[in-house]
């Protein structure tokens, strides 16, 4: 149980373009879906929290006209990096939470995103 | 001052040894501790969860946390090659939806 998927598990873009990720909750219904993303050799750094139908909240310093995020149903959650640049490049990785009685967040497989 | 501070190793043992892992932090609303393990280029894989103090056992794993102290930490006994992966401890003060902190992560070799 307890399973979220990612897709792509990895792209490679021209620098301008947009790409989009999308993250399900495949055996549960996620009230919550988190963004994240991971530089090599660092921690993930929280960039966002959506709740089903609701606007994503952005932490501070996230751009949100950048990284759009829609969370248009209980099992999927996207995320939209525009006009992607070479400093986008990393490794984005989206965790859902399945709401009252569930511990904890779980975590899926992650999208390496190349941007050249 | 971070809020969790984890020494990002990289930590090399011989297998069949006790891996001792680590974690302080400086949030006293935290109730929520976590350990998860991530094999490079994949996400994080849940493997512990525990709430305020005490010890949590899982087979060759065990989570202590000492919140009179700030400081958690994660036992691997009998370590073996396939626990070669980091280690990122993580803390909430809410349940799963909340926030959760986690730290820069400790890389594990564990040498055959």
Same mark, same amino acid.
């Given at each position: 149980g307890a399973v979220v998927s990612q897709h792509p598990s990895w792209v490679i873009c021209k620098s301008g373009t947009s790409v989009k990720i999308e993250c399900r909750s495949l055996d549960f219904q996620a009230t919550t879906m988190f963004w994240y993303r991971q530089f090599p050799k660092q921690s993930l750094m929280l960039m966002a929290t959506s709740n089903e139908g609701s606007k994503a909240t952005y932490e501070q310093g996230v751009e949100k006209d950048k990284f759009l995020i829609n969370h248009?149903?209980?099992t999927l959650s996207t995320l939209t990096v525009t006009s992607a640049h070479p400093e986008d490049s990393s490794f984005y990785i989206c965790s859902a939470y399945g709401g009252t009685g569930a511990e904890t967040q779980y975590f899926g497989p992650g999208t390496r995103l190349l941007v050249l | 001052q971070k809020e969790v501070e984890q020494d990002p190793g990289p930590l090399s043992v011989p297998e069949g040894a006790i891996v001792s892992l680590n974690c302080t932090y %400086?949030? %006293?609303?935290? @109730?929520y501790f976590m350990w998860y393990r991530q094999y490079s280029r994949k996400g994080p894989e849940l493997l512990m969860y525990t709430y305020s103090s005490g010890n949590k056992e899982d087979g060759r794993f065990t989570a202590q946390v000492d919140k009179s102290s700030k400081y958690i930490s994660l036992f691997i006994r009998d %370590? @073996?090659? %396939?626990?070669s992966a980091t280690y990122l401890c993580a803390m909430s003060a809410q349940r799963g939806y909340q926030k959760v902190t986690f730290g820069t992560g400790t890389k594990l070799q564990v040498i055959p």
């Open positions: 248009a149903s209980l | %400086s949030n %006293s609303a935290f @109730q %370590s @073996q090659p %396939s626990d």
